[in-house]
């Protein structure tokens, strides 16, 4: 998934706790794993270095590549931020919970940046788990499904959130 998404889903989610903010960053947090498991797209970062035998080898190389990756990556936090705010104010939502939600949302993916460049031990379990839930099956498909799919899941969440609420 890209950040975005995970940021829009993150923020929906959020919604469900308006007097427990602690609960609204856990449900964005969780939500993140959740739609992890589902068949999704990702763009590429060509600064990776996959390990076939080991994953938790997986590490982003410094260099101009690495800068591409960070600047991409940068703009799809901003995009999923700035989208989850849209959203919130539009459906009349909590702009508050919208951006605690979506910044639990894209958490996860900071923790495993960490993980790459530290290997902590701490982190190990939170990242064998990541990589599980992520590549664990076959759930890649193609660009233009992907993309299709999350818009839709975005759309379906913040349907779900807006009836509810």
Known sequence: MTLTTHALVGAAVAQFFPQHPVLAFAAGFASHFAIDALPHWDYSLRSSRKDKKNPLNFDMELGRDFARDIARIL????????????????????????????????FPDGLQFVYFKTRSKLLEPLQRFHIWIQEGRS???????????QAALVIGIFFVVKLAL
């Open 139 to 149: 759930l890649k498909i193609a660009a233009w499904r992907g993309i299709s799919l």
């Open 75 to 106: 703009f799809d936090i901003a995009l999923g931020l700035s989208l989850s705010a849209l959203s919130a104010y539009l459906l009349h939502l909590s702009l508050y919970l919208a951006l605690v939600g979506a910044a639990a949302g894209i």
